[in-house]
């Protein structure tokens, strides 16, 4: 209707363009048909035949807007059926209903208008009610409909392989997808998700840079990963069986590649120094680790601490106790001062702090610490039962059972 109005409009505007020629002279048309002639003015041609060009157009929009009307209601009752069928298996596949969406989206799959709908709907429906073979069949089934998308069948099937914990099989099917849409962003995902469940970080690390540019993670959540990647990388360059050297030079490689920004990350400057203690050079861990402490409190950093010898343990002493002045009582934070103080050689100092710990938060390791202390103090007797109460820590609830009388003395 639009396209009419629009040549309408310029008919009307080049008749008012030509109008003040024919004005001068307006000429004549003369039609002859057998005996009969009709004469008239061009001027009167020309408006005739703008008027005869918009009702032919109008008449010609209402002939094909009939046309669709006729095929609509003409279509038959079979067909109408059909779609309503596979809208009812639809809403009770959204609402969990699998039996029924399985049956009517099968059943009328095939005069259905997107065939391929209803069979990745119905593989889905079979898969959660555990029917894998019925799946796999509606998947085939799917791949041959007159409207397939390989690339939607193959993500329906990757995401029920790795909902069936199938990795491998996940993991193959999503490589054979990435060729032919390596910056798909659902493929990505999937990906991720299953390098992760394999503990192959060295894969996730490699695709980090695509899930970034993709927009999978984004700010916190990209950060999040990365720590994750890292932290990992860092834990698996320890691996048992290795030289120190090997070791040192992996550590190195994954500290000099993960982004200059991650250094300053508490989290993985902890793993590195975690990793450096495993290798001995525990001077080395101890700036680390206080450079995390001062940004992150973390107990279990808190203990490595105490346990390393630094360059200076008197300096690392007096950082404790600064911690300790600004810090509520922490049993874990105790213990460490306990054992630098035992570093720098304050036997007194030491059994107190062990002593407090002790009164905060009883642990087999403090019983067994203090225990050590005054056993080399000469207080065997304290330091005994310091040990059995530490065993006592470590042995699970002893069933309830008859025992003699305790003995008079």
């Known amino acids: 209707m639009k396209k009419g109005l629009l040549l309408f409009v310029l008919a009307l505007v080049a008749g008012a363009a030509l109008l003040p020629i024919l004005r001068g002279d307006s000429g004549y048309l003369l039609l002859a048909y057998g005996a009969t002639t009709v004469e008239m003015s061009l001027l ?21 807007g009939s046309r ?45 208008t997107s065939p391929l709908v209803n069979y990745l ?5 079979a898969y959660e009610m555990g029917d894998l073979e019925g799946a ?48 798909h962003p659902v493929v990505l995902e999937l990906l991720l ?62 500290w000099q ?33 206080r450079k995390s402490l001062q940004q992150q409190w973390e107990p279990r950093w808190v203990e490595l601490y105490g346990r390393i010898l630094g360059a200076d343990p008197k300096a690392q002493l007096l950082q404790l106790e600064r911690w300790q002045a600004e810090r509520d009582p922490d049993p874990v934070l105790l213990c460490a001062l306990g054992r630098l103080c035992l570093r720098n050689e304050l036997w007194g100092r030491a059994r107190d702090y062990f002593r407090e710990s002790l009164s905060l938060a009883p642990t087999a390791g403090v019983y067994a610490e203090l225990g050590r202390l005054l056993q080399q103090l000469g207080e065997e007797a304290a330091a005994a039962e310091l040990y059995c109460q530490g065993l006592i820590r470590l042995t699970p609830p002893l069933p309830a059972l008859p025992l003699p009388r305790a003995a008079q003395p």
């Open 136 to 183: 796999r069949s509606l998947l085939h089934q799917a791949e041959r409909a007159r409207d397939t998308r390989p690339l939607a069948v193959a993500l329906t099937q990757a995401r029920m392989q790795l909902n069936s914990h199938s990795d491998e099989k996940c993991l193959a099917t999503l490589k054979r997808i990435r060729r032919q849409a390596p910056d």
């Open 257 to 289: 590649r993960m982004p200059a920004r991650l250094h300053k990350q508490p989290e993985l400057r902890a793993a590195y120094a975690e990793a450096l203690v495993s290798l001995g050079a525990e001077a080395e861990a101890e700036p680390l680790l």
């Open 44 to 64: 009167t041609a020309l408006v005739l035949w703008v008027v005869f060009t918009f009702v032919w157009l109008k008449v010609w929009g209402l002939i094909r």
């Open 121 to 125: 709907a119905a593989a889905r429906s």
């Open 68 to 112: 669709r009307l006729m095929a609509r209601l003409g279509q038959p009752a079979t067909s109408r059926r059909a779609q309503e069928r596979s809208m009812e298996g639809l809403v009770a596949f959204i609402e969990g209903n699998w039996q029924p969406a399985r049956k009517k989206l099968v059943r009328y799959a095939a005069r259905a």
């Open 193 to 254: 998700q299953v390098h992760q469940r394999l503990n192959d970080y060295d894969a996730v690390e490699e695709l980090l840079p695509e899930l970034k540019r993709a927009g999978i993670r984004r700010g916190v959540d990209y950060t999040a990963l990365e720590l994750i990647v890292y932290s990992r990388q860092l834990a698996a360059a320890c691996k048992p069986g290795q030289k120190d050297n090997q070791v040192r030079e992996q550590l190195a490689a994954v």
